[in-house]
């Protein structure tokens, strides 16, 4: 019946384009970055939104960097930075708009030479885009900032031990190294345009196989 074909075709519409709308939406958000600090005041009012323990994150030497108003083509949101001297580790917590929680992240680039990298943070959707074979990412629900900080440790010592890495201390310039690996992203996804499809399955079934995974269980 002509009317069941039109549902078939209407709802196989659906199940492609949604996803390649996100696909878009992931590469719209990572070309052209920019990262504009924010002022004193804005400053304030991002953390008292952000709602994190700053005192237990100076527990585990992170310095607070600051805040700036990340921009791309598709997207803008709110960002707070913290690192760790001489250490690859860096926190980044964002507000998105239209979201009532923050995202939170901590980033390690354990080296540049092989572009080994280890993140693990609390938004499921970070598993969407197919990443470098070595940018390694592991998400959870509602794991609190304590949680996700022993998570992540837990996962820079599989991927060292598991690819033999020496990691050497070294101080970066975050937003430098953000801006970076947001170019280096945007080509990725642009240069390779058959791994457009995998969007489809990550947003329909990859993302919800992989989220409240441990890297060591993904590698």
Same mark, same amino acid.
């Given at each position: 019946m002509i009317w069941l074909e039109i549902l078939v075709f209407c709802v196989t519409l659906y199940l492609l384009i949604v996803p390649f709308a996100m696909g878009l939406l992931v590469l719209g958000s990572v070309c052209r970055v920019r990262f504009v600090p924010k002022d004193a005041a804005e400053d304030r009012e991002l953390l008292e939104e952000l709602q994190l323990d700053t005192e237990e994150?100076?527990?585990?030497?992170?310095?607070?960097?600051?805040?700036?108003a990340e921009k791309s083509? =598709?997207?803008?949101? /709110?960002? =707070?930075?913290?690192k760790q001297p001489n250490d690859p580790a860096f926190l980044m917590a964002a507000m998105v708009a239209g979201a009532k929680e923050p995202q939170i992240a901590f980033v390690s680039v354990l080296s540049w030479e092989s572009?080994?990298?280890?993140?693990?943070?609390?938004a499921k959707s970070g598993h969407l885009p197919p990443l470098p074979k070595r940018a390694y990412l592991?998400?959870?629900?509602? =794991? /609190?900032?304590?949680?996700? %900080?022993?998570?992540?440790?837990?996962?820079?010592?599989?991927?060292v031990e598991g690819l033999r890495l020496e990691v050497q201390p070294y101080e970066v310039d975050v937003v430098?190294?953000?801006?970076? #690996?947001? =170019?280096?992203?945007?080509?990725?996804?642009?240069?390779?345009?058959?791994?457009?499809?995998?969007? #489809?399955?990550?947003? %329909?079934?990859?993302?919800?196989?992989?989220?409240?995974?441990?890297?060591?269980?993904l590698m």
């Open positions: 994150l100076a527990s585990w030497g992170f310095a607070y960097l600051g805040s700036y083509l =598709a997207a803008e949101s /709110d960002i =707070a930075l913290w572009g080994v990298s280890v993140s693990t943070g609390t592991q998400t959870f629900e509602g =794991a /609190d900032l304590g949680t996700l %900080w022993r998570r992540h440790q837990e996962a820079e010592v599989a991927v430098r190294l953000l801006t970076h #690996v947001y =170019a280096e992203l945007g080509k990725h996804f642009a240069l390779k345009p058959w791994l457009w499809p995998v969007f #489809v399955w990550r947003y %329909w079934i990859g993302q919800h196989l992989r989220h409240n995974k441990t890297v060591a269980e």
